[in-house]
């Protein structure tokens, strides 16, 4: 995917010595559906029986594609619950030790809807002593990268077309140092899924992946978004997964997908925490 901001800054290379080895790229898994599965009703059953092909989908065909980058106006995208700010005179701010004060995991679409009430599913990236989004200033305008999710059955036929956005606010700033992350978040826009199937979507950010790539004494935060979704008809069920890299300077990429050919070794990735690519090891 193409990179739409500078480099990484050097001094991340630091951190890549400790990162694990990948096992390999990710792929998309395809499994039989239980054949006593409570997910789909008698008719769906019937149906699946009677016209296979249109209740089995094409791994071919399915795709994840970048459709638009943009900036947003303002953090209007999610409702930003955090406590009341505060002064923080007196309190130690730790510049360098990154925390995650919001959400670690949240649904996305859960059985074919888009779940769109996102008044506490985001992410952040703050220093230590932190409460508020509102303590730090020189916030840029949010950047949203939009894409579109499609999957075929052997028919040819589009079961699956749904849309979201990956939004996130970046460069804040407390007492001028620093570049953290706040409301990084995945909003779902469209979800159309055809009669017969199911669709999940999840998103994670796992406290092992927020860190520093910056400096001590002017940190960049970095963090790393897990996308995860599943497809299933009452034949077969079809799962895969992908990783953002995000950065508090604005950097993004993404790092790990079923449809990148050049997927990353982790001495390749800029990144300062693990890739978890095994959704075993998230938690």
Not at 216 to 237: F, G, I, N, Y
Request: hydrophobic letters at 40%.
């Amino acid at each position: 995917m193409k990179k739409y901001f500078s480099s990484f800054p050097a001094v991340a290379l630091a951190f890549l010595c400790a990162l694990p080895s990948l096992s390999g790229a990710q792929e998309i898994i395809e499994r039989n559906t239980p054949s006593d599965s409570s997910e789909f009703t008698t008719t769906e059953k019937s149906g699946a029986k009677a016209y296979p092909e249109y209740h089995t989908l094409n791994k071919d065909s399915i795709r994840l594609t970048l459709l638009e980058v943009r900036e947003e106006p303002d953090m209007n995208y999610v409702k930003l619950m955090e406590m009341p700010p505060k002064d923080l005179a007196g309190i130690l701010v730790s510049l360098d030790t990154i925390v995650n004060i919001a959400t670690k995991a949240w649904d996305i679409v859960k059985d074919n809807k888009p779940l769109v009430n996102l008044d506490t599913k985001y992410a952040t990236a703050y220093p230590q002593g932190v409460t508020a989004a509102s303590q730090l200033s020189q916030w840029s305008r949010p950047k949203t990268y939009v894409y579109g999710f499609y999957a075929e059955n052997l028919y040819g036929g589009t079961m699956i077309d749904s849309k979201h956005k990956v939004i996130f606010t970046y460069n804040g700033s407390y007492k001028g140092k620093g570049k953290y992350l706040t409301a990084v978040t995945v909003v779902p826009t469209v979800a159309n899924v055809s009669w017969g199937y199911r669709f999940y979507m999840s998103a994670s950010v796992p406290d092992s992946t927020i860190a520093n790539v910056g400096t001590d004494a002017d940190p960049v935060a970095a963090m790393q978004l897990k996308l995860t979704w599943r497809m299933a008809s009452s034949l077969k069920v079809v799962e895969g997964t992908s990783v953002y890299y995000i950065q508090g300077d604005g950097y993004f990429e993404e790092i790990a997908s079923p449809w990148r050919k050049d997927w990353k070794k982790a001495e390749d990735v800029k990144a300062a925490g693990p890739l978890l690519l095994d959704p075993a090891g998230v938690f």
